[in-house]
Each structure stands twice: as structure tokens, then as C-alpha cells.
């Protein structure tokens, strides 16, 4: 063997060994380091800024795609609310309102409801007419064939006139729905 050997032997026989504490705060470290998530950087603006605009042209396609583009096309249901004559009389109302507010006469929660309509199936443009009869008015909606409508009904009788026009043929679900009721369902057809 050569000197340089010997050195080497000795170094290593000398050397310190490491205290358990220190060889445990080292391994505590080295963990946590280990943990430590990469933070999150904030993008470019030259990325998110065309990304914005590629997400607002992409909503206004699908507001023009769901809204039937410029065709003139509503989502909103038309329906033509109509008393009939002597409403006040079949409520019991007539004489005895003369000298009283409605608000005062009128019961706070409306009973009735709907009758079934006139006709389940009619021609394109022909309008669903159903009747009614509440005892004080009340509000609610009128949804049929993807289009919805609110809906104001007077005390009394009456009818809803719920316009075909611009609708789909098929047949589809009408529901009116007013407060203090279950909601009102119809399967109508409308012819091609």
C-alpha cells in the first residue's frame, strides 16, 4: 500500500459522525422541501387576453344559435289573458262590491284552476284556448314548447289564448303554474 492510502484510511476513521438530532432536522427539511408546492404563477396577458376573446365570441354564437339568430324569433310565449262578461257576478261578487275596495272583497288566496282545454291537437297558428275560473286573481308562469310567460289572471272566469305561432310541430308539454296550486299539465299536438 502507498501513503496515499493510508491518508484516505485515516480521514475516514476520523471523520464525525452525525448526531442523531442534526440527522433528524436534516430529514425534517428535506421533507418539507419534498412538500412544498411549485406556487402558481399568474398567466401572461398574452395569453388570458385572447382567451377572453375567443370565450366572449363563443357565448354571442350561442346566444345567436339558441335565440334562432336575427329572424325575428322571441323565447317568450304569447298569451292573451280574457275575462269573461260578469266575472264579479260568478264570484258572488256583483252588488255587494259597489260599496267595498276589491282588495277588501276579493279572498286573499285564489281557489280554482283550469279546465282542459278546448282542443289537445290544433293547426299551426290556431291558439290553445284554456279556460279558468280563480276567485281572486294570482300570478304565475305559462311555459309550452321551450317558451315560457308570465301570467296575470283577473277573479272570475275566463280563458288563456296561448299563441301557436312560431312554434314547432310535435307534440309538447303545457304547464301553468300559479301560487297556492299544483301545477297545471297538458300534452298538446300542434299539427304540421
Known sequence: MNEQ?????????????????FARALDERAAEWLRERPRRRLTSPRIWIP?????????????????????????????????????????GGGAELEGKRESEAAPEVAEGGFASPKATRVAEGEPVVVR????????????FAGRETELHAPAGAGRLEISTEG????????????????????RIEIGG
Open 167 to 186: 312554434l314547432p310541430p310535435g307534440t309538447h308539454q303545457l304547464v301553468i303554474s300559479v301560487r297556492s296550486m299544483p301545477p297545471y299539465r297538458q
Open 5 to 21: 492510502d493510508d491518508i484516505g484510511r485515516e480521514m475516514r476513521e476520523t471523520r464525525a459522525e452525525p448526531t442523531p438530532e
Open 51 to 91: 382567451a377572453a376573446a375567443v370565450a366572449s365570441a363563443a357565448a354571442v354564437v350561442i346566444a345567436l344559435a339558441v335565440s334562432g339568430g336575427d329572424d325575428g324569433d322571441t323565447s317568450e310565449l304569447e298569451v292573451a289573458v280574457i275575462s269573461d262578461q260578469g266575472a264579479l257576478d260568478s264570484v
Open 132 to 143: 279558468f275560473f280563480f276567485t281572486a286573481s294570482t300570478d304565475g308562469t305559462v311555459e
